[in-house]
């Protein structure tokens, strides 16, 4: 067998997020083939053979890559609408558009959120895919197909939908699945795309969508499907005052009791938002360490509330960062959702000891891939993982007088990617996009959403 190929990156700091969180002011890293073989402090080993590239990395942060614990690519091509509502008004407000999404829509939408997190240096992404119009081709495919081409690690959530208006659910009648269509979808989608190994690029979760819009049935069959089938389950959770109201009057408990009652809690198991959630709510989901993707700026746009992340922290509980779908987040981008958690939950009751630099840096790297599952192969910098890195540029006139690399990450600008890697094959250079058109993707993405409100309207 050949000798694996080495990149060498030398004088850069680099914040591992290793278990004693690391740090080497000028230092260097080593990738093998798709691993990191080595780092350390000053310069890379002398005498490596096979070197095919050395990166003089002046200036710049070296990171894990990040890692987005909930999306909803769909919604790329909806952005800017129903810009003053909650949850629920929101959802009532757009459901008509999205149930009219189509294949192509998908693929474009899919191009659209992933290409802006590569950009701001997300190397694993998730999507949590729920909305399955009827006769609208092959929705995951599609979303896998361009997760593919860009070159990111990804993780489908095959979402599924099935109490619609006349169940007393939110999306309209045509938009949603039976149980069993959804269940056997599911676990086609499972054994057809889900790839278990280590290095895996495409792993898939059975993700019915909320208490408000999936029976307990569609909840409970799905948990058991997720175990039988051996991958991670992923639902939202607690995201609104509004939602603890809906499950107490219809199952006459809280939303926690109730995804308990489901077979919903376990550390296989990863909930989005979280927000409302009190002491006896994260002592279970700590007791059962059950994930959570906490999402601030989704969270701050559709007035849901502030989660307690640092309760949630404290009582042990894993906690990585979302996106969230961007008719929520218009900006679509991960690396901003460092400074916006730790701004946020510094308004909340902990003040300025709720969460500093390093640690939000974590939540988006390490806390992600311990929340899908993926702890021992990516989140840290360590000999033996995968090699999903990023090299943020800090020595310009928006970082250069912060003197610690990661409070200038975190607290300064949007610093920009001059590479990101993954899986040791580069994707962005100086910010650009290497394997899909980046412009031609802008012109797909608008014309997608100008024929999607054209049907829409037609309607």
């Known amino acids: 067998m050949a000798a694996a190929q080495r990149i060498v990156i030398e004088n850069c700091s680099i914040a591992t997020v290793d278990v004693n969180d690391t740090e080497y002011a000028n230092g260097y890293v080593v990738i093998a083939g798709n691993r990191i073989e080595a780092l350390g402090a000053g310069k890379a080993p002398e005498g490596l053979e096979n070197v095919v590239r050395r990166i003089d990395a002046s200036g710049h942060l070296v990171t894990p890559g990040l890692v987005n614990t909930h999306h909803h690519f769909y919604q790329w091509i909806t952005r800017g609408l129903a810009t003053d509502h909650n949850l629920f008004n929101w959802l009532v407000a757009l459901y008509p558009t999205w149930a009219r999404i189509d294949e192509q829509m998908c693929y474009s939408a899919a191009q659209g959120s992933l290409g802006m997190m590569a950009r701001g240096g997300v190397t694993t992404?998730?999507?949590?895919?729920?909305?399955?119009?009827?006769?609208?081709?092959?929705?995951?495919?599609?979303?896998?197909?361009?997760?593919?081409?860009?070159?990111?690690?990804?993780?489908?959530?095959?979402?599924?939908?099935?109490?619609?208006?006349?169940?007393?659910?939110?999306?309209?009648?045509?938009?949603?699945?039976?149980?069993?269509?959804?269940?056997?979808?599911?676990?086609?989608?499972?054994?057809?795309?889900?790839?278990?190994?280590?290095?895996?690029?495409?792993?898939?979760?059975?993700?019915?969508?909320?208490?408000?819009?999936?029976?307990?049935?569609?909840?409970?069959?799905?948990?058991?499907?997720?175990?039988?089938?051996?991958?991670?389950?992923?639902t939202h959770g607690s995201e609104t005052v509004e939602e603890e109201q809906f499950c107490k009057e219809l199952f006459g408990m809280g939303p926690t009791d109730y995804f308990e009652s489901t077979g919903w809690l376990g550390e296989d198991v990863w909930m989005a938002h979280c927000v409302h959630m009190n002491d006896s709510d994260i002592a279970a989901f700590g007791r059962t360490k059950t994930g959570v993707a906490h999402c601030p700026s989704s969270n701050a746009r559709l007035a849901a509330g502030i989660a307690r992340v640092p309760d949630m922290l404290a009582a042990g509980v894993?906690?990585?960062?979302?996106?969230?779908?961007?008719?929520?987040?218009?900006?679509?981008?991960?690396?901003?959702?460092?400074?916006?958690?730790?701004?946020?939950?510094?308004?909340?009751?902990?003040?300025?000891?709720?969460l500093n630099a390093r640690q939000a840096l974590r939540l988006g790297t390490y806390g992600g891939a311990q929340v899908l599952g993926r702890s021992a192969e990516i989140g840290s910098l360590e000999p033996g993982k995968l090699a999903d890195l990023v090299l943020w540029r800090l020595d310009t006139l928006a970082h250069a007088s912060i003197a610690d690399p990661v409070t200038a990450l975190v607290f300064g600008a949007a610093a920009p990617v001059t590479a990101s890697f993954v899986n040791g094959r580069q994707i962005v250079e100086a910010g650009r996009l290497l394997h899909v058109d980046e412009d031609a993707i802008a012109r797909s993405t608008r014309a997608e959403a100008q024929r999607l409100a054209q049907i829409t309207a037609q309607a």
């Open 125 to 234: 992404a998730m999507d949590h895919h729920y909305v399955f119009p009827k006769d609208s081709g092959d929705l995951s495919g599609a979303i896998i197909r361009a997760a593919r081409e860009m070159g990111v690690r990804f993780t489908l959530a095959r979402g599924s939908m099935d109490r619609s208006e006349k169940d007393g659910g939110l999306p309209p009648d045509f938009a949603v699945e039976t149980l069993e269509g959804a269940l056997a979808a599911t676990e086609a989608t499972v054994k057809e795309h889900h790839d278990a190994s280590f290095d895996a690029m495409t792993q898939v979760a059975v993700a019915p969508c909320s208490p408000f819009s999936v029976s307990t049935e569609l909840l409970r069959e799905g948990a058991r499907l997720a175990r039988r089938l051996g991958v991670r389950l992923h």
């Open 318 to 354: 894993p906690v990585g960062l979302g996106v969230d779908g961007t008719a929520s987040n218009e900006s679509g981008e991960l690396h901003t959702e460092l400074r916006n958690a730790l701004l946020i939950n510094r308004l909340g009751a902990h003040r300025e000891a709720a």
